[in-house]
């Protein structure tokens, strides 16, 4: 083989966080280098960032599922609890945020599925919806 036909492939890492070391005794080994699941195609940590913050904050504006997308995209930094502290907070926070949201939407459609008009009694016919076209008359 040529040494002008052979290339290699010294393509420097792009990850900031290049105090990874491969130490099978270090505490650094078990965190992860990319803050994202989709590793070195992912966001670089100050893009991580900016769209957990987005995320974060947007989530209270009644997009609960950007919270689920934010724990999603940011495992590692859910999961290791030492890896970017920068991001943590808000990637913790959106676990939390969904974890109430999901608690009160399933709380919510199980009393209505379960209770229905034995729990509310003759209210029942004004809280539910699929009678509307009787009560307007849109019926024959």
């Excluded at 492939?9 to 990874?20: F, K, L, S």
């Excluded at 280098?33 to 913050?53: C, M, N």
């Excluded at 609890?81 to 399933?106: E, I, K, N, Q």
């Excluded at 459609?109 to 076209?133: K, S």
Aim: glycine fraction near 8%; charge should be neutral; aromatic fraction near 16%.
């Amino acid at each position: 083989m040529d040494s002008s036909q052979t290339s290699t492939n010294a393509t420097p890492n792009p990850n900031p966080n290049n105090n990874y070391t491969n130490n099978s005794n270090s505490i650094l080994s078990s965190t992860p280098v990319w803050p994202t699941i989709d590793g070195p195609l992912g966001l670089s940590e100050e893009d991580s960032l900016s769209y957990a913050r987005r995320f974060y904050k947007f989530g209270y504006a009644l997009l609960p599922w950007l919270w689920a997308v934010n724990c999603f995209y940011f495992w590692p930094v859910l999961r290791h609890s030492r890896s970017f502290p920068r991001l943590r907070p808000y990637v913790v926070g959106s676990a939390v945020g969904f974890t109430v949201f999901s608690a009160l939407l399933s709380s919510w459609a199980l009393t209505f599925a379960i209770g229905g008009e034995h729990l509310f009694g003759p209210i029942w016919d004004q809280l539910v919806m699929y009678n509307v076209a009787d009560q307007l008359g849109l019926t024959g």
